[in-house]
């Protein structure tokens, strides 16, 4: 008889920590999952997926616009945000009964309280009891972090109340230029809010390719969102139902609502890491390994409390590692490059591999090939708006070591393009694919022309 309750003990249920735990299930592993909010964790329950919905609602505006161009008339389309809030709800509940169950079916035993370390195996529950395990999975992701406190940030919402307002606000203003901010000005701007986007930086989207983060502001601002950078929101006055929005540029701007979007910060406090021998990373996440073990030898960390690539599915690719690794006898550490990655925005923006500044910093030389045009859908709509496509090549292989794409459909374009991108493609294998015709992705297969090429100054 083994010494422990469990084999395994799991601390988080969203997505890395929800796949390692039926995965270590299915190899045999006696397993529990302690939650102490909603079974499915950020993705499910506060991120991908009713982000998600809310940008298929706020698209319809869009929609709505472009149909007069074909021939349509709408008499005054109406929007009520109750009824997309309450059917966003129920498809969520939905979905974390869905992770539940299968748990359940896998024979995992969920325990719904929040769990702390009491020694490296041991687990002390808020409810009361302690669990001895084996191993211990660390899966307790990260949380909106403000950054340094300014008055009146108590008038600040993040993205978990972004879900559940009231009401649409009028008048928002978004602090952030990453990929969260930019989601929600397009999901309030489309749905009829004035959005003002506030960003510290030169441009929005930091870490993206230049020109995707160029054509996407240029685009976002056609579509009425106001986008002020290079200033912070220094300080919220409340006054009566309004709000003032101090900027650091001293302008201030009026406003019924405002959201930061300025960055997440992993799950670490508080968890008695210091009890069980587990250690900080410089990024403030726990320090792991290629196969996610960390300083105590029988625990492991996967997801966004790693701060690694802070995205569902490498959460859930990790968390499969991890139970193939250590309860299925099969050593599997995770690949973290060519990670696909989308914002949701209008315009939406898909991206897999090197940036040109990051390939011309890595390559001894990058060919870049480009193409922007106006879409076929917008000839007839008449909108303003034009399609971004770009390869990043390199020069000496001919291997396609990055993919960007502004426009509709972008997502949807990379995630195919990203088996290329990892299988090796060149920039020949991507000229012997046929076009398929009439499409905006096909450009991706017909650009001939190079727009620039680079090739790196010798080091010193
Ligand atoms: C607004 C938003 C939009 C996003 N959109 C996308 C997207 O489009 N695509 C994408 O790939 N990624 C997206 N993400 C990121 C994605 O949600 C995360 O990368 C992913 O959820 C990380 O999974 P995880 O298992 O590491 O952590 P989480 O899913 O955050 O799960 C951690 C769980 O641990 C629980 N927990 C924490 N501490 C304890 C404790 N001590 N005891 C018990 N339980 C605990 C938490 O309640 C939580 O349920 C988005 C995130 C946000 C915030």
């Known amino acids: 008889m083994s010494d422990y309750d469990v084999d395994l003990f799991v ?6 920590g929800v796949r390692a735990a039926r995965i270590a299930a299915q190899h045999g592993a006696r397993v529990m999952v302690a939650e102490e909010y909603r079974m499915g964790g950020t ?3 506060r991120g991908c997926v009713p982000k998600k919905l809310l940008v298929y609602a706020a698209r319809f505006r869009g929609e709505f616009e472009d149909a007069a161009g074909y021939g349509w008339t709408l008499s005054h ?8 809030i309450t059917n966003k709800d129920k498809e969520i509940a939905r979905l974390e009964a869905a992770y539940t169950a299968t748990l359940d079916r896998a024979g995992v035993k969920i325990v719904k309280t929040r769990a702390t370390f009491a020694d490296a195996h041991t687990v002390q529950l808020a409810s009361g009891e302690r669990v001895r395990a084996a191993h211990i999975l660390i899966s307790t992701g990260g949380h909106p972090s403000f950054g340094d406190p300014i008055p009146g940030i108590e008038h600040v919402i993040s993205s978990n109340e972004a879900f559940h ?7 928002v203003v978004v602090q952030g230029g990453g990929y969260v901010a930019l989601e929600f000005a397009t999901i309030f701007a489309g749905l009829g809010s004035e959005v003002t986007v506030i960003y510290r930086g030169e441009n929005i989207l930091r870490g993206f390719d230049d020109d995707v983060r160029h054509h996407v502001r240029m685009d976002m601002e056609k579509r009425g969102v106001r986008v002020v950078t290079g200033c912070k929101v220094a300080a919220i006055e409340r006054g009566g ?5 101090h900027l650091s540029s001293g302008y201030h701007i ?12 992993p799950n670490v406090s508080k968890l008695g890491l210091e ?4 250690q900080i990373a410089k990024n403030g996440g726990i320090a792991v390994d290629e196969y996610s ?12 409390v790693t701060n690694r690539v802070n995205l569902t599915p490498v959460a859930i690719r990790e968390g499969h590692a991890f139970a193939d690794t250590v309860f299925g006898g099969k050593p599997t550490a995770v690949d973290h490059t060519n990670v696909p990655t989308a914002v949701f925005s209008e315009p939406e923006v898909g991206a897999v591999g090197l940036t040109e500044t990051q390939a011309r910093e890595r390559l001894a030389q990058t060919d870049i090939y480009k193409a922007m045009f106006k879409p076929l859908k917008a000839t007839l709509s008449g909108r303003d708006t034009t399609v971004l496509l770009k390869l990043v090549v390199d020069g000496l292989s001919g291997r396609v070591v990055g993919c960007h794409v502004v426009g509709e459909g972008a997502a949807e374009m990379i995630q195919l393009a990203a088996v290329a991108v990892k299988m090796g493609a060149t920039k020949a294998d991507f000229d012997a694919t046929m076009a398929l015709h009439p499409t905006a992705a096909e450009e991706l297969v017909t650009m001939r022309t190079r727009s620039a090429s680079y090739t790196r100054a010798a080091a010193e």
């Open 11 to 16: 601390i988080g249920g969203g997505s890395g």
């Open 43 to 45: 993705c499910v329950i």
């Open 77 to 84: 389309p109406s929007f009520d945000w109750p009824t997309l």
């Open 165 to 171: 307002l009231p009401a649409l606000p009028g008048r």
């Open 241 to 245: 139902a309004n709000l003032s929005v």
């Open 254 to 265: 009026p406003a019924d609502c405002v959201m930061f979007a300025t960055g997440r910060a």
């Open 275 to 278: 009890q069980a021998g587990v």
């Open 293 to 304: 073990r960390t300083s105590a030898q029988n625990i492991y960390a996967v997801g966004d």
